[in-house]
């Protein structure tokens, strides 16, 4: 949040927002509110983890008319007129960030756990927390993305994969082509994250060899946009998934159909055509 004169991006919002509603209808109910618990306690643990705020005031009604604002159906913009109100009345993006979208995150949380909220206005106000936080610190698109050429990644198992024989392959190829490769199978969510967290890959590719692991991807990547929200990422959909069925419900970059044609795709981006 260093340049205070970003502003949020409201497409990314409402894209952000209707892939959240999309994983509401097409996935079990525990499975959207176990997305919800990882973006409520991921966005308050990252707020925490950052600087304390700066001399803008911001009382707890504010934060809990905006936690309101979060829970309301139909109404995707309502919250991110609230933002850009507080942002013209001198608000800085830290301030939006720490003062209310962190608080907002830790008494939606609250609010969960005693029982205050039903289990749509749980899934709800954290898929508008999400889109926020996307929308906050979105990129640019991938043809001006802040990729540079040192041809790196990290490629990794979604976590609870059994079989890693597809992606060590595929980074075999990377690294016979010049790629820096950190390979990690075998980790879950917290070791993963945290690794990412640690080494800032420019770009994380992972695969998913079965649809039951779809929870564990969709979670992953809510917590990376989180905690890395400069992190590239990229998928190879499992066989009994299409491209078209992953693009419609993740919040990815990039989606790999073999190896060679992932390679071809990063190569681009890294080294893209003058």
């Not at 499975?31 to 409520?40: D, F, P, Q, S």
């Not at 600087?51 to 707890?60: R, S």
């Not at 959909?237 to 990815?252: E, F, N």
Request: with cysteine; net charge negative.
């Amino acid at each position: 949040m260093k340049d205070q004169s970003i502003v949020v991006d409201p497409q990314v919002y409402s894209r952000t927002a209707a892939l959240f509603a999309l994983k509401r209808s097409a996935l079990p109910p525990q499975a959207v509110e176990g997305l919800a618990r990882e973006i409520v306690s991921r966005v308050a643990r990252a707020a925490a983890a950052r600087a304390q705020l700066g001399d803008y005031a911001i009382c707890a009604a504010s934060v809990a008319e905006f936690c309101d604002l979060l829970l309301k159906p139909d109404q995707p913009r309502v919250a991110l007129a609230f933002i850009e109100a507080r942002r013209a009345e001198g608000a800085t993006m830290q301030d939006v960030f720490l003062g209310y979208i962190g608080e907002a995150a830790r008494l939606l949380g609250t609010r969960w756990e005693a029982g205050t909220l039903t289990p749509f206005e749980v899934t709800l106000g954290a898929g508008n927390l999400y889109g926020l936080m996307r929308a906050l610190r979105a990129r640019r698109d991938l043809s001006s993305h802040d990729v540079d050429d040192r041809r790196a990644a990290l490629f990794a198992t979604v976590p609870g994969e059994q079989h890693g024989i597809g992606i060590t392959v595929a980074a075999d190829i990377f690294r016979e082509a010049g790629w820096d490769i950190d390979l990690q199978l075998g980790l879950d969510e917290e070791a993963l994250v945290a690794r990412v967290e640690h080494k800032a890959p420019q770009i994380v590719g992972l695969t998913l060899s079965t649809r039951r692991r779809l929870p564990d991807l969709l979670r992953l990547v809510v917590a990376m946009r989180i905690m890395a929200p400069d992190t590239l990422i990229g998928v190879a959909p499992a066989g009994d998934l299409t491209a078209d069925d992953l693009r419609d419900i993740a919040d990815v970059d990039l989606l790999f159909r073999d190896a060679a044609s992932a390679l071809a795709d990063l190569e681009a981006i890294v080294n893209p055509a003058p």
